[in-house]
């Protein structure tokens, strides 16, 4: 369960919100005037998160170097046009 709290509520109530995301593996969401500032996660999910940012860190580094000669006027339009692509048969019959 995601919980969203202030960060006076917070501070206020440390040692039950550790409890709760260890035990509970619940997540909270500390909002400092009204918007999100930080989370609180267990550590095994802040572990998975880490691996799946290293993972997207080497696989943008990877597809960045595969098109490093190709002008980004290029690039663009050839996305757009591989979205426009999909949009269009995601709205074809028999789909």
Do not use: C, W
Not at 26 to 43: E, F, R, Y
């Amino acid at each position: 369960m995601i919980t969203e709290t202030s960060a006076v509520a917070f501070r206020q109530n440390l040692g039950d919100m550790l409890n709760r995301v260890h035990y509970r593996s619940d997540s909270i969401v500390i909002n400092k005037d009204g918007k999100p500032i930080a989370a609180l996660v267990d550590a095994r999910l802040f572990g998975r998160i880490r691996r799946m940012q290293d993972r997207f860190d080497e696989l943008t580094s990877r597809l960045s170097a595969g098109f490093a000669g190709v002008p980004e006027e290029e690039g663009m339009a050839e996305i757009e046009a591989a979205i426009a692509a999909e949009r269009s048969s995601e709205h074809s019959p028999g789909r």
